[in-house]
């Protein structure tokens, strides 16, 4: 009997698919939204009608599992209709997501940048009241998608909108600002969070980070707090804090600092201290 490790070395002769080569379709209308679609839908007829070759070769037999394993999901695939049922669902069942939908806020006439902002909303209702998209794997109609949109709307609000556009989000929603909870779970729960971040960063330098559970509620209680006293940017006063923490560490790294350093809820008070009753910098230090 032989044995899984060298049975995946041994060499076996095997016969593969060779893709037909110098197959290329240029759209014959250029301009229109299905020109990807009849491209791809031609290359396939074309290589059923010049056929493929097959040829001989000798791999190991772990490259012949995966070669095989390759072939065979391209052939389901390939004559499946998984095209058509994920069109069906994103019909049905889409969702799409509008970020920061405040930024295309702009004032009625006028000139310059906020012309473009209103163009952009005009262009958003046609797909938000329902029509039909061209996609490169066939027309998706919007009517039943629901689209959500968000914005921090600082200095404006969902009335700035265009009145069209107003009624194709009847149902509006206030979030709360973060809490200290929620920003100390932003702070260490997400895979590559920024404290990891931080923390891989000084560790590329030779610096070993220890952060004691103490400090990382202490930076999340001075989020929120200059949150609350100053501008409210959310998720994002995480970086600022922890910079201004670990700026000795961060500019110290490896020529002045080395080896392990555990950064204890004390000593964090002490350095954010500092931070909170800065007022002669608060228009240069979020």
Do not use: W
Not at 28 to 41: K, S, V, Y
Not at 48 to 55: A, F, L, M, T
Not at 147 to 156: C, E, Q, V
């Amino acid at each position: 009997m032989l044995h899984r490790g060298r049975l995946d070395t041994l060499e076996i002769e095997l016969s593969v698919t060779e893709r037909a080569m110098g197959v290329e379709v240029f759209p014959m209308i250029p301009g229109q939204g299905f020109d990807n679609q009849m491209n791809d839908q031609m290359k396939k007829m074309l290589e059923k009608v010049i056929g493929k070759r097959r040829k001989k070769i000798r791999i190991t037999v772990a490259e012949a599992r995966k070669k095989l394993f390759d072939d065979e999901m391209t052939r389901i695939l390939d004559s499946g209709d998984h095209i058509q049922e994920g069109l069906k669902l994103a019909q049905e069942e889409g969702i799409v997501f509008f970020d920061e939908i405040d930024k295309i806020i702009g004032s009625e006439g006028g000139s310059g940048p906020d012309v473009s902002r209103m163009g952009v909303q005009r262009d958003l209702l046609p797909l938000v009241e329902g029509s039909t998209v061209a996609t490169r794997y066939g027309p998706v109609k919007t009517d039943h998608i629901l689209f959500i949109a968000a914005g921090a709307f600082h200095g404006s609000s969902p009335a700035d909108l265009i009145p069209e556009l107003q009624g194709r989000f009847p149902l509006r929603v206030a979030l709360d600002p973060l809490s200290e909870k929620d920003l100390l779970r932003i702070l260490t729960e997400p895979e590559s969070c920024i404290l990891d971040q931080y923390v891989q960063l000084l560790d590329a330098d030779g610096l070993e980070l220890i952060v004691e559970e103490q400090a990382k509620r202490k930076i999340a209680s001075v989020a929120r707090y200059l949150n609350e006293e100053k501008e409210d940017i959310g998720a994002r006063r995480l970086r600022s804090v922890l910079s201004f923490l670990l700026d000795e560490y961060l500019f110290g790294a490896p020529d002045l600092i080395q080896g392990r350093v555990r950064l204890t809820g004390k000593k964090a008070q002490n350095r954010l201290g500092v931070l909170v009753e800065r007022k002669d910098e608060e228009g240069y230090i979020l």
